[in-house]
């Protein structure tokens, strides 16, 4: 569910909370801008048909209206057009999604595997602690096995930022669980979980940014 959120204001939140600390530093005034240019109805609608799909709302006004990428929970991601397409600037890379398929649940995602193995006309034979079927990947699809195994993971959802020593997060784009974000370390083959508020309810893009902000803005008070 999507809650109603005044994102020119947090904009100017995210901002006065970013002088704030610059200011208990010592510093000045940042001589860059503190998000990415926001992106024009016409680039967003762009980048949807690129993809087949339809952005979840929190995050599509947050485009509109915040920046394109900037601060938040780690640093967001940048969603820009490079070379003709669009895709969503990390680290270097230029991470293009795939919205062939709904994202799958870490509880659901050892069914998914044997599903497509068996799809492709495999039986499915290797599963360890971590309900991954890489090997059989392999065997299924020869060379292509891994990265189709990786694609999968991913799939439905976009690494929406960074947030330092292997942890990521990611929001899903495709889908019923469309709007929800996820943790991940991405340097192993561990499970997405869910972000959450204090009474257990799973965070949407706009709480999971809305309780970021209001914990920085505590800290620098």
Avoid at 138 to 146: K, R, S
Wanted: hydrophobic residues 35%.
């Amino acid at each position: 569910m999507n809650t109603h959120v005044d994102w020119l204001e947090v904009r100017e939140r995210v901002i006065a909370v970013e002088e704030a600390e610059r200011r208990a530093r010592g510093l000045g005034p940042s001589g860059y801008p503190t998000f990415e240019p926001v992106l024009t109805t016409a680039e967003i609608a762009e980048a949807e048909a690129q993809f087949g799909i339809a952005l979840p709302e929190e995050y599509r006004t947050f485009l509109a209206e915040v920046g394109a990428g900037g601060p938040g929970p780690g640093h967001l991601t940048s969603l820009c057009r490079i070379d003709g397409k669009w895709g969503w600037l990390w680290d270097g890379y230029h991470w293009l999604l795939d919205p062939s398929g709904p994202f799958v649940e870490t509880e659901d995602w050892a069914d998914q595997q044997r599903a497509t193995l068996r799809a492709a006309g495999y039986e499915p034979t290797t599963r360890d602690e971590d309900d991954d079927y890489l090997d059989d990947y392999h065997e299924a699809f020869g060379d292509a096995g891994e990265e189709l195994w990786h694609l999968e993971r991913g799939r439905g959802a976009v690494l929406i930022s960074d947030n330092g020593c292997g942890m990521t997060s990611w929001l899903i784009v495709v889908g019923p669980h469309q709007g929800g974000v996820r943790d991940r370390e991405c340097a192993v083959n561990p499970p997405f979980e869910p972000y959450v508020d204090a009474e257990g309810n799973r965070h949407t893009f706009g709480t999971w940014y809305l309780e970021w902000l209001e914990q920085r803005e505590r800290a620098a008070r």
